[in-house]
């Protein structure tokens, strides 16, 4: 075949076939008597054997090695062309992400982008001082995208730049929820630990609730721990049983009886969690200091079905476990002796 058709059949230009040829990787068997280049059956194999490599990543040097060298193994070289092209893509990545970031903050000119650009650079410095010093004062005049604080937030492991970045995110609007979910699915549990922190300080942001609900599956105690404190602390009955568990696990156990607390305002919802708590408290009767945590927790809780409860637990066997409710239960009885003091479902202890 003549270059060609060679060309249209295997769609490597002219010009390209002429540079191989005079870097000796392709050269046609034969001559035409008009002197033209002639290509065999193999010599059009060859071809596509080397646009295969190029695919790779194989420069022509190195493409020339591999179909001349026996002794130039693939291992010598893909595991190289791996890590080259992890690193591209990490800095083209880094690219896009800036290029993102300044469309999402409009700018009007050039000065604008240049301004964007240094708040970026600030973000991304390897000074955690600095980093800091961008996000509570980055360049006048420049609105930084929510987007851009999300994606920072997920990537910040000094704590104090951290809790910088989430009350600027908390401050700046925009749509952050979706790229904080993103960070949720990630196989990185501190990926998905600042992700949840940050998502329960949005409260009003559209997707944050159902971002913290589906948070409740995660395998990881502590993102379960931020999600059920979050919602229940917006009102939401799902994530009792969560608030629950971190009660007899001792984990934020405090925080989680005050928030079941909240929740028991609502008389239907206060029956279903004292009886979720009596029930936790049947299931480990031999841990006393379970048993003393979900005591602590039942005095959060408002109406009869709790207060009968801890006089139940007055008598309890355990006698750290009835000097506590003893305890309270005089305190609540004090309480509804007093006239100044509130009854009913709308008070907690």
Do not use: C
Not at 197 to 215: M, S
Not at 276 to 301: F, K, N, S
């Amino acid at each position: 075949m003549l270059i060609g058709e060679v060309a249209r059949r295997s769609g490597v230009s002219t010009r390209m076939l002429r540079h191989y040829d005079a870097l000796g990787l392709v050269r046609p068997t034969g001559r035409t008597v008009g002197g033209y280049r002639e290509y065999s059956a193999e010599d059009v194999r060859r071809i596509f054997h080397v646009e295969s490599l190029r695919s790779l990543g194989l420069s022509l040097k190195q493409i020339a090695r591999a179909l001349e060298d026996p002794a130039f193994t693939p291992s010598d070289l893909v595991g190289d062309l791996i890590r080259w092209t992890e690193d591209r893509l990490a800095r083209e990545q880094e690219l896009l992400g800036r290029l993102r970031a300044v469309d999402a903050s409009a700018p009007t000119g050039w000065q604008d982008v240049l301004r964007i650009v240094e708040l970026l650079q600030g973000l991304g410095s390897s000074s955690a001082a600095r980093r800091q010093q961008a996000v509570l004062a980055p360049p006048e005049d420049v609105p930084v995208p929510a987007e851009v604080l999300a994606g920072a937030v997920l990537s910040e492991a000094d704590p104090n730049v951290a809790g910088a970045l989430r009350w600027a995110l908390a401050r700046a609007g925009g749509d952050a929820v979706a790229t904080l979910t993103g960070g949720l699915r990630s196989a990185d549990v501190d990926v998905r630990r600042r992700a949840v922190r940050a998502i329960a300080e949005l409260p009003g942001a559209p997707g944050a609730a159902a971002a913290l609900a589906d948070a409740l599956g995660d395998p990881d105690p502590t993102v379960r721990d931020h999600a059920a404190l979050a919602l229940g602390r917006r009102g939401a009955t799902a994530a009792v049983p969560a608030l629950l568990a971190m009660v007899v696990a001792g984990s934020h156990d405090v925080d989680a009886a005050e928030v079941l607390g909240a929740l028991s305002r609502d008389r239907e919802s206060a029956d279903r969690i004292t009886t979720a708590v009596l029930d936790a408290l049947a299931a480990h009767p031999a841990d006393p200091a379970i048993r003393i945590r979900l005591t602590q927790a039942l005095v959060e809780l408002p109406g009869p079905a709790a207060e009968q409860a801890l006089r139940r637990l007055a008598r309890d066997e355990d006698h750290a476990v009835a000097l506590i409710a003893s305890a309270f239960v005089a305190v609540r009885a004090e309480q509804s002796a007093d006239p100044r003091s509130v009854g009913g479902y709308g008070t907690s202890l």
